[in-house]
């Protein structure tokens, strides 16, 4: 670790190269572990190892087989602590690791976790890791106890506690991966677990740092405008989405009629919320109706909160969007919520990570339809899916070519590391000192 740390210090990395290099590493890891033969059950290609290795650090949770059936117990244990790495951060466990061993955490390393959870500052950065790892696992360790407890009345003491521990650390860093086969398809009758899951995945994808700040101040107007702008939004995105896929679904008999009213919103709500890249899913989604397709998608789109085990282009950047259109429409020079004024550089930054991620989808996109020969509906919602780290597909992830499995991959990094390095690496500042004249440029 300390040969690690040390060749960090000695070169011209950037904190946000050397976080996509976090993510590299792990997964080049991921692959050859995923690779050994005491992995796998049966033959197990480099590619579908790398691909599988890829979706579990990105936390997005395609994979190219079934989990169960296709790894060993030792693989899936990989896949957890691949689950694990990505959702939380390399960074961060590796300054944890430091802490442990009563290391000296150097300016640089400081840097690094602050770039990782956008902070302003770097004070403070060790406490904010060891504050995020406690609340982590704690959060962690209370689901799984109570999914132990209510999976035992369906399997045994111990498959119920593994099933368990696979399925909270899936859950909490919004990857997932189930060892089920029909990932929760099983469970739409049952409201606890799908309550229990949908939880950990929304407390994962909200960000560290608001949950953090919603527990040491009480108070509303003690909250950062950050934190009010993703509690409302959340549960404002959440609540319009669960009541569109109810009425865009109940009456479809493959998806939500066949259920109670008390299940139909259920897995109403937890269509509406796993999009917000969980990746979990109790509907079949080749069966669910072009309405709901189109929803789906723009739900991945926007993702989860910054500092999150979520991606996509976060929602704060898709409320300030919103925001900074309603202001032109009022004609105001700025926009503004809660009292609170948001400056122009985050309206930029905003709208170029937006356009750079819509090009990133694009660009994609046009690859995949060129490497495989599927319908438009499915490619599509398989890239956007990558993008966002959301994992949820439409069938087709097992047949894409070693092309199209190698373009997801690389959907399924960039989405990664784009919400977390996208600004530092894309938009950094320039040092000038003068300013071209302004000319008319007409638009609409």
């Known amino acids: 670790m300390n040969q690690i740390w040390r060749y960090f210090r000695v070169t011209d990395y950037s904190p946000a190269a050397v976080i996509a290099l976090s993510f590299l590493l792990t997964i080049f890891i991921g692959t050859i572990l995923l690779s050994l033969p005491i992995a796998h059950v049966g033959d197990l290609r480099f590619i ?29 244990i990989v896949l957890m602590f691949l689950m694990q790495f990505g959702g939380i951060g390399l960074m ?20 690094f976790i602050r770039d990782s959870y956008n902070q302003p500052a770097v004070g403070g950065m060790v406490r904010l890791t060891r504050s995020i790892l406690i609340f982590v696992f704690t959060v962690q360790a209370i689901a799984f106890v109570l999914l132990t407890f209510h999976w035992s009345q369906r399997f045994s003491l111990g498959e119920a506690s593994y099933l368990a521990a696979f399925h909270v650390i899936s859950a909490f860093n919004n990857a997932g991966f189930s060892l089920f086969p029909d990932n929760l398809i099983g469970f739409q009758q049952d409201p606890f677990t799908l309550l229990l899951i949908s939880s950990l995945f929304i407390i994962g994808g909200i960000g560290f740092i608001v949950v953090l700040e919603v527990f040491q101040k009480k108070r509303f107007r003690d909250w950062s405008l950050h934190t009010k702008l993703m509690i409302y939004g959340t549960l404002i995105l959440n609540g319009v989405a669960m009541i569109l896929f109810f009425l865009l679904e109940f009456r479809n008999p493959q998806t939500l009629a066949s259920l109670s009213a008390v299940d139909q919103w259920a897995n109403a709500y937890f269509a509406a919320v796993t999009p917000r890249t969980a990746g979990f899913n109790t509907l079949d989604y080749s069966q669910i109706t072009d309405s709901s397709l189109m929803l789906t998608l ?20 898709f409320i300030v969007l919103f925001l900074a259109t309603l ?12 009292g609170r004024t ?8 905003s709208f170029a990570i937006t356009v750079i991620s819509m090009f990133t989808i694009g660009l994609l996109f ?15 919602f398989e890239v956007v899916s990558a ?14 070519s070693d092309a199209g499995k190698l373009l997801i991959c690389i959907g399924m990094f960039i989405g ?9 690496l894309l938009a950094r500042p320039k040092d000038r000192h003068f300013r071209y004249a302004y000319d008319q440029v007409y638009t609409g």
């Open 416 to 424: 990664r590391i784009g919400p977390l390095t996208l600004f530092f």
């Open 327 to 338: 202001a032109f429409f009022r004609n105001d020079e700025e926009p503004f919520i809660f």
């Open 298 to 317: 723009l739900l991945m789109f926007i993702g989860g909160g910054t500092a999150s085990t979520a991606s996509g282009i976060k929602l704060t950047t």
């Open 92 to 111: 961060t466990f590796s300054v944890a690791i430091l802490v442990i061993l009563k290391k000296k955490i150097s300016l640089k390393q400081r840097l």
């Open 366 to 380: 046009f690859f995949v339809t060129i490497s495989e020969k599927l319908d438009f509906d499915p490619l599509l």
């Open 48 to 76: 579908d190892a790398l691909f599988f290795a890829t979706s579990a650090t990105t936390v997005t949770g395609l994979g190219v087989a079934d989990t169960a059936s296709t790894f060993t117990l030792f693989g899936e």
């Open 342 to 349: 948001i400056k122009k550089e985050v309206v930029m930054r």
């Open 387 to 400: 993008f966002g780290t959301v994992g949820l597909s439409m069938g087709v992830t097992a047949g894409l």
